[in-house]
Structure formats: structure tokens, C-alpha cells
């Protein structure tokens, strides 16, 4: 079950934590993996650790926010089955204290960039006559989160974008879905700690980890299994839905 062998998958962000798992995870059961990332050094130590195991992967440097290099780079790869949208950045800061500049930066990379990704790859599905598309969301497109106005009008977007593009692409046998976790341990995290909190990261850590009720952060490898399922064949009736992995964040939190 959830092989991904003869299948071609676009993962964007795939140097790094979440995107780096899926793309080694996907190698692994028999997907041509095309990494979409903006660090060329991180994409190329993903695509070392995949070929010692054997896999088959490049890498493609790219800002996804910046349409022709997007164009360019899918028209390059080819038609592809899976597309996985999960390059992503963060912003800490209320309505108030996100800035003109901050809410920008923001548009262009989580929401203009899974567009931009999204446009790009359904030619190539309805080419194939079939499709499989994950978008990364979070918790933040459900629930409201302290200090994320800018991340979460992006995370709304992409729930919001996924059940639009399930619905257009029925006809098209393209299935688009989204997984929503709460904290995952990545450098995005850790990134995000360091500047937000120096001097405090353990501090820090620990209270962020306990904000999930299972009392622990998710590792990238979790996110990667829950990936797998729902762009495999097996997972061929489910489109139009979002999968909280959240360790009971956003049920349980009472
Ligand atoms: N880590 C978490 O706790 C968490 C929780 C919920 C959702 N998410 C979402 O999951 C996704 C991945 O998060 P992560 O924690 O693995 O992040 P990460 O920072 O570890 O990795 C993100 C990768 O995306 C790449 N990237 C950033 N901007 C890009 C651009 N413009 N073009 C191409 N590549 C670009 C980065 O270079 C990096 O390698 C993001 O969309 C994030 O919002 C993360």
C-alpha cells in the first residue's frame, strides 16, 4: 500500500523541515521527487540524503511567489501526479504590529506562491487525466492563534484556495486536500524562537510544546506519513478536506 512508483511529485520548500520529510518519505516509496526551493545548498543536502537510499530526486531553484520562474520551472519538470504546496514563511505580530511591508512579504510566498504552484500544475494533471494536490494549512486557518495576523490571513487562503480547486477539478479526476498541523519541531520553529525569544529558547520550547494536549510537538516525519496517505491511490475517494494533525490542538483545548 502507498506506493508512489511511475509517479512524478512536485514538493516546493523541500530543503527544509515539513517539505524536506515529504520529499525523502515520497522518494521512498517510488516517486521522481522535483524539490522547488529558494536555498539551493538545502535542497541539494535533501537530495543527497535521497540518493544514498537510492531514490530519485532534483532540484529546482526557485522563489515561488515569482510567477515566470514558477512557469518556467513546472514546464521544465513536465506533467507531474502530485503536487505538494508547502513552502511557507512565519510573522509574529497583532493586526497592529504587522506592517505594510510584513503583510506583503507574507501574500507573495504562502498564498501567492501556492497560486502560482497551483495554476502551474494543473495543466499538466489534466494532461495525465488524473491528479493528487496537498496544500500545507495550520491550525491558524481554524482557530484563532495570539500574534499571527498576517500568517493566518495566509492559512485561510490556502484552506480556503483548496476547497475551490477541489471543487473546479472534480471533472478533472484532480483531488486537492490540506493538512493543518499545530507546532511541528522544524527550523521554522527553531528560527522563529531564536529571534523571537533570545535567551529564552528552552523556556520557550517547552511552553510551546505543551500547548498541543499531547504535550509534545509534532516531528516533520508525522506530517510526511498523513502526506503520503492522502496523495496515494489509496486515498483516491477523499478531496475537498482538510486533516488537523495537531496533537488535539484544536479540539481537545479546553
Ligand atoms: N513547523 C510548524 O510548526 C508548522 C505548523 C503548521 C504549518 N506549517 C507550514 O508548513 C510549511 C513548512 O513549514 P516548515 O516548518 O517545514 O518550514 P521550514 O522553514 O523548515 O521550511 C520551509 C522551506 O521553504 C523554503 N521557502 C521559503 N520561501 C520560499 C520561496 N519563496 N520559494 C521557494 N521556497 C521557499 C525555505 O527555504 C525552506 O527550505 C509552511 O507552509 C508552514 O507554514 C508549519
Redesign the pocket.
Known amino acids: 500500500m502507498f506506493k508512489l512508483t511511475g509517479k512524478k511529485a512536485v514538493v516546493?520548500?523541500?530543503?527544509?523541515?515539513?517539505?524536506?520529510?515529504i520529499s525523502i518519505v515520497f522518494a521512498r516509496q517510488g516517486a521522481e521527487v522535483h524539490i522547488?526551493?529558494?536555498?539551493k545548498d538545502?535542497?541539494a543536502q535533501t537530495l543527497t540524503e535521497i540518493e544514498a537510499e537510492g531514490g530519485r530526486a532534483y532540484s529546482h531553484t526557485?522563489?515561488?511567489?515569482?510567477q515566470g520562474q514558477v512557469k518556467e520551472v513546472f514546464e521544465a519538470i513536465g506533467a507531474l501526479d502530485i503536487l505538494i504546496?508547502?513552502?511557507?514563511?512565519?510573522h509574529v505580530g497583532n493586526l497592529e504590529k504587522t506592517s505594510e511591508e510584513d503583510m506583503d512579504r507574507i501574500y507573495?510566498?504562502?498564498v501567492k506562491?501556492a497560486y502560482n504552484c497551483l495554476q502551474a500544475a494543473v495543466a499538466g494533471m489534466k494532461q495525465n487525466g488524473s491528479g493528487a494536490i496537498l496544500n500545507?494549512?495550520?491550525?491558524?486557518s481554524h482557530v484563532g492563534i495570539p500574534d499571527r495576523f498576517a500568517?493566518t490571513m495566509?492559512?485561510g487562503a490556502?484552506h480556503a484556495m483548496t476547497m475551490s480547486v477541489a471543487k473546479d477539478y472534480l471533472g478533472a479526476n484532480i483531488r486537492c486536500n490540506s493538512v493543518?498541523?499545530?507546532?511541528?519541531?522544524?527550523?521554522?520553529?527553531d528560527?522563529f524562537i531564536a529571534k523571537n525569544y533570545p535567551g529564552k529558547e528552552e523556556e520557550m520550547f517547552e511552553k510551546l510544546s505543551k500547548t498541543q494536549p499531547i504535550g509534545r510537538?509534532?516531528k516533520?516525519e508525522e506530517?510526511a506519513a498523513l502526506a503520503l496517505f492522502l496523495c496515494s491511490d489509496e486515498a483516491g475517494f477523499i478531496t475537498g478536506c482538510d486533516y488537523p494533525i495537531d496533537g488535539g490542538f484544536i479540539r481537545l483545548n479546553n
Not at 504546496?85 to 512565519?90: C, H, K, Q, T, V
Not at 500545507?136 to 491558524?140: M, R, V, W
Not at 493543518?180 to 520553529?189: E, K
Open positions: 516546493t520548500g523541500g530543503g527544509s523541515g515539513i517539505g524536506k520529510a522547488i526551493e529558494l536555498q538545502a535542497a526557485c522563489d515561488v511567489s515569482k504546496n508547502n513552502a511557507g514563511i512565519a507573495q510566498v504562502n506562491g500545507l494549512a495550520s491550525i491558524a500568517y495566509s492559512k490556502i493543518s498541523p499545530a507546532r511541528v519541531h522544524t527550523p521554522f520553529v528560527g510537538m509534532a516533520p506530517v
